[in-house]
């Protein structure tokens, strides 16, 4: 384990585009990869038998793994819970159809945690199996670092993007709300939950960011003395880990050294407070989202889901309202920072991956860029002493995906040189 | 036909609370009122067969028709569409758990169009067959007014709430986005679509809302004086009916006379063109939300729909950004113009219900308001001379539900003074 060769989505397109490599070949390729790997790593809830291979279209040949949050009509689809055990929805989630328009093969559903929420699944991390991939993308990250696909679809509310690429050591992108479509994915809180990918690289992750979705976000060079970088200084930050602090630290020097104009900017107390909002907001929808299945099928739920859903079922409007609004003027407090900064870098989580399968790991640095609405991009490239990822994250200001790319490539490229 | 007498929820749940209506015979009222009447309405796509009464909650007793765009465990969910035939789903929609929790009874799943769009269903206007009910909710707003059903929930995507409610002579609420759950409903254009609720007065669908969301809601006293109500001087005024316009100018002369402070606003800029964009950014999220069913079924789907997706799909993500920032801009002048006024006053449709069944009628004066989110009433009251009904609209600011409400309720007292 440790050393996993991960696959690069651009090099295998690139490849097709150059005729060197068939649709056919590339998906073997990683149909192949998921028997050899994935009895170790996990990542897998389904595993396509006889998947579709298109012979044309911008994404023909990439072997794309769904987290198991989304519908699929050919693949069941169990949320991470047994009480959809053999569930076979009739049509695709949007994003899913969408995929497959542009040419993917879904090749498999990857590992989420129940409903997306934080009881973990069995996923292992790629770098090391005993410690947690992070979630709730789990096997989305998973199977990307271990190098059974190029990429991955997932979701994230709280941090289950941004914080499980960090965890797994690969590229991370949550995009602008509804950037990507979320139709037929399972919702836990839908004013949060945003659909995000995941690939080996920043430059990856960009490219199936345009191939997917038609826009113009792959990474194109950036001109670094215009973009102003500023390392976010939250509260969290005196609570990460040593080695985060350090990794952050080493980040801003590389950035400076890369051309980047950087310095540092303090969080706006409209957001910590929104920071502090999500929580509840997020469990007042769970409680109407997740209601029908707390109804109709309680004995399958963890304790730890009750718990949440009845503690938002709990919540009164009127407090629900409080948060919106709270979320609101974070909003606005984010759009006056991006009038002095364009790009914000902070940790992708307080360390690296926690020991243990027990706990996903902690969503401090994630949530309120999900709650704004913000693109975040994790980077990878650092790792602490014991050989284990440290994820960098950057954040623009809503809609400005196309630049957030571009930097975070251009930093990608600081980082490892 | 023509006349139905109308159940009244308020009467109803006085009558609970009073101790002579027991809900029991209460949804025996509804389920004999719909074995006499729908033959003739079509305003069922399916009525439950043993449906469970609760003995206590807010909604005990009360018959709740549910637009068949809304999940249910217990009844088939056709979406209106061939192509979802006996389909069962799992687990309700959260807003159907959310009103059995509140002890309502799910008397039957009422007639959509195809997927909550143009295609028109079967369902008839009572207050003359010959006439569309309105769409896309044409059987909830159909089931209120025949007097077989106190209550009923819908969506509105353009105008699918306030047409049918108009057409039908009821009242209809659209509330403000996001204030109702819309987990488990088929979407058709996320962004836009928004639940809503019918009953037969405004006072009544303003009780149906409080009790089923918990929220301060019902309709309660206002001081006229204290609010500014202005005609909404928008371009579409022009080519409504003379028997509309007429409607219109005693609807404000009776809000004068009422004591409230009424006067003209014109549209601003922004918001004629935030209108003028709904079309193309319902249709692109349309192409997202429906492209799995055009993959899947499409055999079983309307040439109207088939070609309102494709021409979603084709297009590009640079024009539904065009679209979404003049929806932006349309809501700033909006929040602007609630600065200046409370409640304006418009029609809810350009005249009474057509005549025919093949078009479920105009959202020309409803789809801006859903796209600015804000929440809206239809007030019934007037009629044209062949005693037709006449939709009377009103709308609030983001987020004053609870005042446009009130103002409603005191509307519809003065209309029928």
């Known amino acids: 384990m440790g050393h996993n060769r991960m696959m690069s989505l651009e090099a295998l397109i690139s490849a097709r585009d150059a005729g060197k490599a068939d649709p056919d070949v590339m998906i073997t390729l990683s149909r192949d990869a998921i028997a050899r790997k994935d009895a170790a790593i996990k990542a897998f809830a389904h595993v396509a038998e006889n998947p579709v291979?298109?012979?044309?279209?911008?994404?023909?040949?990439?072997?794309?793994?769904?987290?198991d949050i989304f519908d699929t009509f050919d693949q069941p689809t169990g949320y991470g819970s047994a009480a959809y055990d053999g569930h076979q929805p009739k049509v695709d989630a949007a994003i899913v159809d969408l995929a497959r328009r542009r040419g993917a093969t879904i090749i498999g559903k990857t590992v989420t945690t129940e409903f997306a929420y934080l009881h973990p699944a069995a996923t292992v991390n790629p770098h090391n199996p005993a410690h947690t991939p992070g979630g709730s993308s789990s096997g989305s990250a998973a199977a990307v670092a271990a190098g059974m696909i190029p990429a991955a679809i997932g979701t994230q509310t709280g941090g289950s993007v941004i914080r499980p690429a960090a965890f797994c050591g690969i590229a991370g992108y949550k995009p602008s709300y509804r950037l990507l479509p979320t139709g037929g994915l399972k919702h836990f809180a839908p004013s949060l939950d945003t659909a995000g990918l995941f690939a080996a690289s920043v430059v990856d992750v960009a490219l199936l960011a345009q191939l997917l979705t038609?826009?113009?976000?792959?990474?194109?060079?950036?001109?670094?003395?215009?973009?102003?970088v500023a390392v976010?200084?939250?509260?969290?930050?005196?609570?990460?880990?040593?080695?985060?602090?350090?990794?952050?630290?080493?980040?801003?020097?590389?950035?400076?050294?890369?051309?980047?104009?950087?310095?540092?900017i303090a969080e706006p107390e409209a957001m910590a407070a929104a920071r502090d909002a999500h929580a509840a907001l997020q469990e007042h929808e769970a409680g109407l989202a997740c209601g029908p299945d707390l109804a109709r099928h309680r004995e399958f739920l963890s304790q730890r889901l009750v718990d949440a859903i009845e503690r938002g079922q709990a919540i009164e409007p009127a407090a629900y309202d409080a948060t919106r609004k709270l979320a609101k003027r974070g909003r606005t407090a984010a759009r006056g920072l991006f009038g002095?900064?364009?790009?914000?870098?902070?940790?992708?989580a307080p360390g690296a991956a926690p020991e243990g399968l027990g706990s996903t790991g902690d969503a401090r640095f994630n949530k309120l860029w999900t709650l704004m609405g913000t693109p975040a991009v994790n980077i990878p490239g650092f790792f602490d002493a014991s050989g284990l990822p440290l994820g960098i994250q950057v954040v623009a200001r809503f809609g400005q995906d196309q630049v957030l790319l571009a930097v975070a490539a251009a930093l990608e490229r600081a980082f490892r040189a």
Chains 1, 2 share one sequence.
Do not use: H, N, W
């Open 214 to 228: 038609g826009r113009t976000l792959a990474a194109a060079p950036v001109d670094p003395a215009s973009i102003r």
């Open 340 to 348: 002095e900064v364009d790009i914000l870098l902070t940790p992708s």
């Open 232 to 264: 976010y200084r939250c509260a969290q930050l005196e609570g990460a880990d040593p080695a985060m602090q350090e990794a952050l630290s080493k980040a801003a020097d590389m950035a400076a050294d890369a051309g980047f104009d950087v310095g540092d």
């Open 53 to 67: 291979v298109a012979a044309t279209g911008p994404l023909a040949g990439v072997a794309l793994g769904v987290k």
